[in-house]
């Protein structure tokens, strides 16, 4: 959908396998500097994902429905293409202190050789985040560890239900 | 000033001494993204700067002529309260491919705690400029080398007049 | 095996495969800083492991025969459960110069949420084994290349069996 | 004071200029290990330091005197003659996600090659902490900022007393 | 083929799956520094490559045709052995900003364990090449992105070729 | 002095204060990669030296004695200048493991943008001296340690008549 007249959308993607508390400050901080935001679930992904797209939106859908502004949709093909379709303004990441920086960087950098009007802003996340990503708290949920601080209820249940563990 | 209705303004904090490309390229940026933009000169820095910071307004401001909505000042104190006073919704840094990062990210989760509502926003600067730095230009522009690539033709014309090297 | 009144146990977790000078000399030093230590193989890793859990365990174990108070164990599922059977004070890792040392603070991190009260202790590895990783070792072993600056003389021996090379 | 016989004794040095709430984690945490911890300040440091080594000292002693197995003193010259005439087993510092690691892992490989016996350990600091340091509190506190968050309060008064700031 | 008296010959290692600009970059320079230069595609590689060894050849090959002094061979084992079975004086590197920096120090430290006589040269890749690697041109490439900057054209034929898609 | 015919030159530009086993490391891998090597003292450094340019060029040449090859001068200015004086191919700079990397790397971009023709190499330094930097072997020395492993003994004489202290 292309923007409206003035209106500026923000593109948020990622493979959100699945959506962690960590996303979802980014995507709040987001919110609240552009009038609409898109989170964008990468079809494909380097690694094989736990959940399938469908299940990867559903769980980012679920997680952001408190956010008048926010919406989920997949997408596959160049990132940047897909931001071009929505017209939007910037993309949004989050900058994690401990995180795979140099990864992000080289994305941000061929992201602007590729299309020099979308450019790539990286929010900082909250200190108490700087440790989360999706596939830490995968590895944590398949042992059994408590991940309620890390992932909204319904990831967490989405999670305890792939790994064959009930609710402690 | 405060932000008029629906405004979004940002401010870009910075010692500037002096304003280079790659600061510039990130303003540019900026003022894509915001409707208003605050350059904001730091008067205090941790080192002694080569220029008043009466010149480094004066080089930023001429810097930015071309740009309709970005407007320079200069500030003392907590960069936070400064971007409180402006109503800003975020301040928006350069994040250089080669530059003193950890200090960044420091310098933004130190706000953060600070000042929850204004996150610090980074914007990946132009691979051209992976390497530019307002110390490392004084340091050429010192000992004769030509910085015409890298400031304003203004800034180049005060750093020879700082290093009493008459133009080539 | 809790630990006797007032005696102070660390756990030393990895994936050991196989176990390298590098290790061995961190494990030695925490040998001298602690009562007793338990060297604890991960029975999973996020890599399919050259050797066996069981193969893993035995050359730890026979590594460390000089040392009067360690002991080698296995273990599956969260790492701070573990070392919490064990009455452990602290997990004990190797610091590498170079190293993924982005991952182990994201461990780090993490375990300390998940158990406030045992810290990780990272203990700075010889400046000889700056470049030694298990991983590098196999590399080096599969081509035939001379290891034995690297390992103990049985790990040295098991990778020339598991690589069909016969000794020089 | 030499260690009682089987008495383990660890040394936290810093220039502790002022003591942070980030410091004090981690000397919680070592006294937790050790049988006694002695928080070493040092004289001399790079910078010159806002509080006089007495100042620094008298802070600290403050900040620790909750810790039974906590002593504060002052040493000149290299750290591992310090820790030597303390028969510590280990000197103990704060490892801080965003930090100087570079210079810290240089320091504790000099450290090593000095004196062998006396490794460095490495705590990770809280990720609340994460962006804390004794610069960034000046740096804050010499602005007005409210930094009751990030030092004792007793710390927080005497920062107050050096800029002349009064409490709010 | 062993040195020519008093011919300097350097090797330029890597998997060049397929070759990019940026190597080209590396090659370049290493051909107005060395008497001859040995570019060697490695046959095994930690990954599964795209191409074939016999490809990646021909790849490199027909990027390297206008430098007199530059050969293309392939190598399996240590690289170190393969650079003494042609005499060379050095292995060359190119080096990004934005690399797997640690990966290569960790390699450069292991090769000279194993070879002392035989150093690792790194080359600063062009700032315009800071971003690029084989990986993020595949990714690229195979989304139907436009790569025509990132390799030369015989390289984006075969990319095209391997993906499926027409030229646009 | 220019390169003759065929002969190839390299700079090793530097503070040299002062000059370390380390540097000498660098120095005599250069010096087997290229004809003619020149180990050039910078005048002028960011820093306030402990030796003057007079001293530090002495205990250089001292120090490169043996090596045939091998020439000490000093400059001042921009060193891409003062290697066109030499006709040098290239700009070698030593790599440790632990060093300001990102400031080597913003000054090899910056001086590729400035002399095209001139590339900056980085060669590893030894892992025994990944620790290893002037300013540490000051810092040690002020306080009477045992620095004989870390410079030429003409040096540590230097150092200490500097600092006061009598030979051990």
Known sequence: MPPGPGERV???PGTFDPITYGHLDVIERAARLFDRVVVSVAVQSGKQPLFSVEERVAL???????????????????????ARRHGACALVKGLRVVSDFEREMQMA??????AEEVPTLFLMSHADHAFLSSS?????GSVGGDISRFVPPAVEQALRAKFGHTGA
């Not at 919406?71 to 940047?80: A, K, M, S």
């Not at 950098?109 to 590729?114: E, I, K, S, V």
């Not at 830490?136 to 944590?140: A, G, Q, S």
């Open 60 to 82: 980012a859908r679920s997680a952001c429905e408190h956010l008048a502004n926010v919406e989920v949709d997949e997408f596959d093909g160049l990132v940047v293409e897909h």
């Open 109 to 114: 950098l061929m992201n602007r050789a590729l």
């Open 10 to 12: 923000a593109v948020c």
């Open 136 to 140: 830490l708290v995968k590895e944590v």
